[in-house]
């Protein structure tokens, strides 16, 4: 596609329930990034996915946060059981290839966990 | 690891006058250098990047300085506009991953 597109755009949630979170990358970038940006605050990195490379989880802030990448194109994030402090906004991003290339992001996830 | 600090958290200015934002950088190995800007409820916007093998570049009112040995750069933006308003992220890509500065919330007073 032309941009970077996630969805939904907007999720409450109950504490506990499970949550999906789905982002459509550029068509043809091979690198894609999970960001999380709570109110006010900057973004933390949570998860890479380079072509068909072992992705690198090492922002994922507990075993509850997975996310996977099907096909080398869209990604999903689940957060299981989430909790209060989960609520933020769940930005994902793509670029070409490896490296230093340009970053380019979608318009995020906001979740709000009550 | 790679750690990007951001100064200062909040600016405002008057319209018409520049704002500077600065960015300092821990590992050398970093050679890739973008800011973004980040309107109310959108993602962030690439604006203007730098490599490492350049000391300077420039975009109609908005440029970017890199001092690779003191490891910081800037964001320069001159005859600021109310549209200029927005929070601003420095970031430094290192190894496979992009690290972020804590953000500027940039404020153009009419």
């Known amino acids: 596609g032309a941009g970077v597109s996630q969805s939904p755009s907007n999720k409450v949630t109950e504490k506990g329930k499970d949550v999906e979170l789905r982002c459509d990358p550029i068509?043809?970038?091979?690198?894609l990034y999970w960001y999380r940006q709570s109110l006010g605050q900057g973004l933390e990195f949570l998860i890479y996915f380079q072509g068909n490379s072992a992705p690198d989880k090492s922002g994922l802030p507990s075993d509850r946060f997975s996310a996977e990448r099907t096909g080398g194109s869209v990604s999903t994030l689940t957060i299981q059981r989430t909790q209060q402090e989960d609520s933020a906004v769940y930005l994902c991003a793509s670029a070409q290839g490896a490296g230093a290339n340009v970053l380019t992001f979608g318009a995020g996830s906001r979740l709000t966990v009550l | 690891g790679e750690n990007v600090e951001q100064h200062p958290s909040t600016l405002s200015v008057q319209e018409g006058d520049s704002a500077v934002i600065k960015c300092t950088y821990s590992d050398s190995a970093s050679n890739y250098f973008p800011w973004y800007k980040q309107e109310l409820g959108k993602g962030p916007q690439l604006i203007i990047d730098?490599?490492?093998?350049?000391g300077e570049k420039k975009d109609q009112r908005i440029a970017v300085t890199l001092n690779k040995t003191a490891k910081h750069f800037s964001l320069h933006i001159t005859e600021t506009q109310p549209e200029d308003s927005a929070v601003y992220f420095c970031a430094a890509f290192y190894g496979q991953n992009f690290v972020f500065g804590p953000g500027t919330r940039l404020s153009v007073l009419p």
């Open positions: 068509s043809g970038h091979t690198a």
């Open positions: 730098i490599r490492s093998n350049v």
